[in-house]
């Protein structure tokens, strides 16, 4: 109302709230004689004398309360974006604090000597309030505009005492610092990983056995030495079946594990293709129920592509279809927490955005942060700051990192948007880059460049191309260890690429 009307309208609206006894008029006389309105059933509670409140508290610029006082508290503490520290009514202070990421960087902190106890127990609610959004690492830079190497032993030990840690010039609460060079975590990752060359497997059916889920050949052959049979070919041999994984991609996997998936999923089918779902718990031949119904291969198509997406079908090696059929008595809150358990027991380092990138959309971050919690408590992982330049908090293995500096260099490789591990580097494809799913090109566990390209009729045709030209000569080697001519109507640096 009072946005959209005048000062007039809004003054002739109070008048006859106030006639028609709904609401009364307070006038405050300090500092200078200013109206306000209140509930009648609230004039006797303010006309009471009580004791005035001087707690520390720690509002922000958007607080209904210092909103109202906004000029008056600016004057005090000067213009600006911070957090205001009031004792009481009065501002004595202010938090220059921003989110960068995952944590909260503290720029500096003014605060009168003579509070600083009380601000001290304050503050430690607002940094547990920001924990319970998952951000719970803050770093501390300056105290009273003054560096932190130059505070006096009873300012330190007061900021000590809820969850700081001196680390150099900054003091840390919730993480570590030990940052490694980004190229010994990734070392450690593709060698876990089975694509450094010292841990490669000697022929596709070892790498195949070592994997949960496979996209495609591309996935399957930078993991071993020898690949001489396709993984359609290998998928009756070994049982596989083809259905959607967490992240939404299609996947060669066993049977037990779509059990898995579907069980951590725990969607319901839908009540009107449940004749579908109990047709194939029996059945396998599609061309079977198409008769029945009398569908062509388009509708059933559509009929049977839902239940496939939410994963109650799954499709056999020989082209048939199967109804996932969920374990007796499975213990679903055990099995998700197993399962991230599992994913982050691979990676030597990894951020709560990676984790979340790398689970897929069934599981929320509160979900994930719980569990990285958990294995940080027992001591499995360490978290902090631990890779050069990398401005996020992540979660490491530290005897993984510590046994990466006896690893050798790793080959120059070309990782390919099916591969199991591609999630992992999705914000560097995308700032980097600007592509959302692309190959990626690694020199010296660097990456140097992206590019895209069609895999049609056994040819790697590149439609898009980003980063060092010198990183040509590795996807030269990857479309000859792939076997596959490669072709591109692309330029670079004024030269076509050959």
């Not at 045709?461 to 990183?471: I, L, N, P, R, T």
Request: with cysteine; charged share 30%; proline share 5%.
């Amino acid at each position: 109302f009072y946005v959209s009307r005048s000062y007039e309208d809004l003054t002739i609206a109070l008048m006859n709230l106030e006639k028609e006894g709904r609401i009364s008029k307070v006038v405050a006389l300090v500092p200078e004689p200013e109206a306000f309105f209140c509930a009648p059933d609230e004039v006797e509670l303010l006309l009471r004398p009580r004791r005035e409140d001087r707690t520390v508290r720690i509002l922000t610029q958007s607080d209904p309360y210092v909103s109202r006082f906004i000029w008056e508290v600016r004057s005090v503490l000067d213009r600006g974006w911070y957090l205001p520290i009031f004792k009481g009514v009065d501002p004595i202070g202010k938090v220059l604090m921003f989110k960068v990421n995952d944590y909260l960087e503290i720029k500096d902190l003014h605060v009168p000597t003579a509070y600083l106890d009380e601000f001290c127990r304050a503050f430690e609610i607002l940094l547990d309030n920001h924990a319970a959004q998952l951000v719970d690492v803050a770093v501390l830079s300056n105290f009273n505009s003054e560096p932190i190497t130059a505070l006096d032993e009873t300012t330190r030990s007061a900021l000590e005492s809820i969850g700081f840690k001196a680390t150099g010039e900054r003091m840390i609460r919730g993480a570590i610092v030990d940052p490694q060079p980004r190229e010994i975590a990734e070392r450690a990752l593709f060698h876990k990983h089975h694509l450094h060359q010292a841990t490669r497997h000697e022929n596709e059916i070892l790498a195949l056995k070592k994997v949960t889920e496979i996209r495609d050949d591309f996935a399957l052959r930078g993991r071993c030495e020898l690949y001489r049979v396709n993984l359609k070919s290998m998928a009756s041999a070994h049982r596989l079946h083809q259905g959607i994984n967490l992240r939404g991609h299609q996947v060669w996997a066993s049977y037990e594990h779509f059990q898995d998936i579907l069980a951590i999923r725990n969607e319901p089918a839908d009540d009107e293709l449940w004749d579908i779902v109990e047709f194939f718990s029996t059945n396998s031949d599609p061309n079977l129920f198409k008769e029945r119904h009398a569908l062509s291969q388009a509708e059933f198509r559509k009929l049977v592509q839902p239940l496939i997406r939410s994963g109650h079908i799954v499709q056999d090696f020989r082209g048939g279809f199967r109804t996932v059929q969920l374990e007796p008595n499975v213990d679903r809150v055990e099995l998700r927490r197993e399962h991230i358990r599992k994913l982050v027991e691979q990676y030597p380092v990894i951020t709560l955005r990676q984790l979340t990138q790398l689970a897929g959309t069934s599981f929320k971050p509160e979900e994930l942060k719980a569990v990285l919690n958990v294995f940080e408590e027992d001591e499995t992982l360490i978290k902090g700051f631990l890779i050069e330049d990398f401005h996020q908090v992540c979660w490491g293995r530290k005897e993984l990192l510590e046994e990466a500096r006896s690893i050798p260099s790793i080959r120059d490789f070309v990782l390919p948007p099916s591969d199991p591990i591609a999630p992992y580097f999705a914000d560097i494809m995308k700032e980097r880059f600007g592509f959302g799913s692309a190959y990626l090109v690694f020199r010296n566990a660097e990456p140097v460049a992206a590019f895209k390209a069609n895999t049609r009729n056994k040819i790697i045709d590149v439609k898009d191309y980003e980063g060092s030209e010198k990183a040509w000569r590795i996807v030269k080697e990857f479309a000859w260890e792939h076997q596959m001519p490669l072709q591109t109507d692309l330029r670079i640096g004024g030269k076509r690429l050959q």
